[in-house]
C-alpha cells in the first residue's frame, strides 16, 4: 500500500480531457462510464472517420491497429489503483476476507495495483449505495488518502447501486463481474475466444446502459460549467436506443459467428468421438495447476503462468495411457466462485465439452485456505452446463506446499480422489494408473490374420485396442486382440 500518487491522478484526469478535446475535434460523442469507453459515430449521424478513430484509441491506450474496430467498441477503462470493498451478511468474518483477498488476485490479474480493502458486515446491502451511508463515507476518505482512482465492489451491483455509490467516494466503482470480464477480454486469443469474451461484455452492458447515461450526464453537467459543452449533452433516450440498437446488432452477428465455430469444432470432436479415442477433461478452479498437470501427462509446454485465467481457450492434446492407448486430455476455462453468469453463457459451448468426457479430473489446489469453496464453486458450474454426469476424480493438487491434514481431509471426503504435485511429480505413477483404469478399454474380441506386408495394421491394433497374442504363421500374422466397435469394422476383411 503507497501513499497518495498525484502524479497518476493528473494522468487520468488529463486522459480524460484530451480525449474530449480530440472528440470535440473530430466532433464525436465519446463516451466514459464506470468501466467503459464507448466511441460512436459522429452525432450528426456522419460516418466516424478512421483517423479519428485511430486518434482516440490511441489517447485512451488501446493499440492503434484498425483492423477489429467494429461499430460499437466497448473497452474496459485499465484500472490502476483500487481500493476493494466487500459487504457481507451470512457467513463468517473469515470467508469476507478470502473473498476480499481473492478480489484482490483478480484485480492484479487485471493489472491493478491495489491499495485498500474495506469490509463491512450488513445483513441487506443498501439499495442505494450497497454499502451503509456512514460505511461509503469511510471508503472515501480512504480514497483520498491512497490517491485510488477506481473502487471495485465485491459483487455484482445494480446500476442504481453503483452509480449511488459512486456519488459518494468520487471514483469509478465497478463491480466484481466487470473486473472478471475485463480479465476475460484481457486473456482471450483465438478468434473464438475474444468473439465468446466480447458476447459476455456486451450482454453484461445492455442492461446497464441506461444508468451510464444517466450518471455520465451528471458527471459532465459537473466539470462543465456552462453545462452545453462536448460531453455534457447526457445522451437522450434516441440515443439511448440506438446504442441498443447497435449492441442488438452485433450481439446477433457473434452468436451466428459462435455457432459457426461451434459447429467447426463439434464436427472435430465427433471425428475424434467417431474414432473413439477416449477422452479427458482437465476442471478445476482458476489457478488450481491445470495448465501444469496437462504439461506433466503429456510433455506439451502449455503456458504456466501464476495468474488467475491464463488459459481461456481450451487446449486439445494427445496423451498416452501407460499401457500405450492414445486418449485426448481437453484443458478448459479456470472456474471462479460467482462466474459471471453471461460468461457462462458465452462459454457454455466450450464447456459442454467437458461433458461428452469419458473422465474430469478435478483439479483443486490443496494449499488455498478454503479448497471445499472451490470446489462447491467448479460442481457449480459444471452442473450448469450439463456436466456433472461424467465420472469425476478430484486431483488435490500442490501436495508440496499444502498442509497434509487439509489434503487428509480432501481425500477423505472425496469418493474418488488423488493427491499430487505438478511441480514435484509426486503422485503422477497413480493419476496415471487411475486414468488406465478409468478410461473405457475396447472390449470386442476378434481374431484376425493379417498379411505380413500390412505391418500399419497390427501398429493401429497396437495403438488403438489390445493385442493379447500374436503367432507368426505362413500366410501372416495371426492374432487374437480387443478391438473398438470401429476398428471391427474397419478390420472385418481380415477376421477369421
Ligand atoms: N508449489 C506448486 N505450485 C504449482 C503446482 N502446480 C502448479 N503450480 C503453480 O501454480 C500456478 C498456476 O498453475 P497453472 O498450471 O497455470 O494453473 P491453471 O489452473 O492452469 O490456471 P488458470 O489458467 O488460471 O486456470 C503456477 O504458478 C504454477 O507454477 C504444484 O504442484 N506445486
Redesign the pocket.
Known amino acids: 500500500m503507497t501513499a497518495r500518487n498525484t502524479q497518476d491522478m493528473r494522468r487520468s484526469d488529463l486522459l480524460d480531457g484530451r480525449a474530449e478535446a480530440l472528440a470535440a475535434e473530430a466532433d464525436v460523442d465519446p463516451r466514459y462510464d464506470n468501466d467503459g469507453f464507448l466511441i460512436e459515430g459522429s452525432t450528426d449521424g456522419d460516418q466516424f472517420d478512421r483517423e479519428d478513430r485511430a486518434a482516440l484509441r490511441r489517447v485512451a491506450g488501446l493499440s492503434t491497429e484498425l483492423e477489429d474496430v467494429t461499430e460499437v467498441e466497448y473497452r474496459q477503462l485499465r484500472l490502476e489503483r483500487v481500493v476493494l470493498a466487500g459487504v457481507w451478511g451470512e457467513g463468517t468474518a473469515e470467508e469476507a476476507e478470502h473473498s476480499l483477498r481473492e478480489l484482490s488476485a483478480l484485480a492484479e ?1 487485471a493489472g491493478s495495483t491495489v491499495l485498500a480493502g474495506v469490509l463491512q458486515r450488513r445483513l441487506k446491502p443498501d439499495p442505494g449505495t450497497w454499502m451503509g451511508s456512514g460505511k461509503a463515507a469511510e471508503l472515501r476518505d480512504i480514497v483520498i488518502a491512497e490517491g485510488a482512482d477506481t473502487v471495485i465492489a465485491d459483487t455484482e451491483l445494480t446500476p442504481s447501486q453503483r452509480r449511488g455509490l459512486e456519488d459518494v467516494v468520487k471514483v469509478k466503482v465497478i463491480d466484481r463481474t466487470a473486473l472478471i470480464l475485463d480479465i476475460f477480454a484481457q ?1 482471450a486469443k483465438s478468434k473464438e475466444g475474444k468473439a465468446q469474451v466480447e458476447l459476455a461484455q456486451l450482454q453484461y452492458l445492455l442492461p446497464r446502459l441506461r444508468g451510464w447515461g444517466e450518471s455520465m450526464s451528471r458527471q459532465a453537467g459537473g466539470q462543465a460549467a456552462g453545462g452545453q459543452g462536448m460531453g455534457s449533452r447526457g445522451p437522450g433516450e434516441t440515443k439511448i436506443e440506438l446504442d441498443r440498437r447497435r449492441i442488438n446488432t452485433r450481439i446477433a452477428k457473434l452468436r451466428r459467428e459462435l455457432s459457426g465455430m461451434k459447429t467447426m469444432r463439434d464436427t472435430k470432436r465427433h471425428s475424434r468421438r467417431a474414432g473413439q479415442v477416449p477422452s479427458v477433461a ?1 476442471a ?12 506433466r501427462l503429456t510433455g506439451a509446454g ?11 481457450d481450451p487446449t486439445v492434446r494427445r496423451a498416452e495411457t501407460r499401457d500405450g492407448r492414445g486418449y485426448t486430455l481437453v ?5 471462479v466462485r460467482e462466474l459471471p453468469h453471461q460468461l457462462v453463457e458465452a462459454f457454455r459451448s466450450t464447456l459442454e465439452e467437458v461433458g461428452e468426457a469419458d473422465l474430469v479430473l478435478h ?1 483443486v ?3 488455498h485456505p478454503d479448497p471445499e469453496s472451490q470446489i462447491t464453486a467448479v460442481r457449480e458450474v459444471l452442473a450448469d452446463v450439463g456436466a456433472d454426469q461424467v465420472k469425476e476424480v478430484v486431483v488435490v ?5 499444502a498442509d497434509p491434514h487439509v489434503i487428509d481431509r480432501l481425500l477423505r471426503a472425496e469418493k474418488h480422489a488423488i493427491a ?5 511429480g ?1 503422485g503422477f505413477d497413480e493419476l496415471q494408473q487411475l486414468i488406465d483404469d478409468e478410461l473405457p478399454r475396447p472390449d470386442i474380441r476378434v481374431e484376425l490374420l493379417l498379411p505380413y506386408q500390412r505391418g500399419d495394421l497390427l501398429s493401429r491394433l497396437h495403438e488403438e485396442g489390445e493385442v493379447l497374442a500374436t503367432e507368426h504363421t505362413a500366410d501372416g500374422t495371426h492374432v487374437h486382440a480387443k478391438v473398438t466397435p470401429v476398428l471391427q469394422g474397419e478390420l472385418a476383411a481380415f477376421a477369421v
Open positions: 490479474t486473456h482437465i478445476g478452479y482458476t489457478n488450481a495447476g491445470k495448465s501444469s498437470i496437462l504439461n502449455v503456458l504456466v503462468q501464476n495468474q488467475l485465467f491464463a488459459t481461456l484443458d478448459t476455462v479456470g472456474f483439479v489446489d490443496g494449499s493438487n500442490k501436495a508440496d506446499l499430487v504435485s505438478a511441480r514435484t509426486a
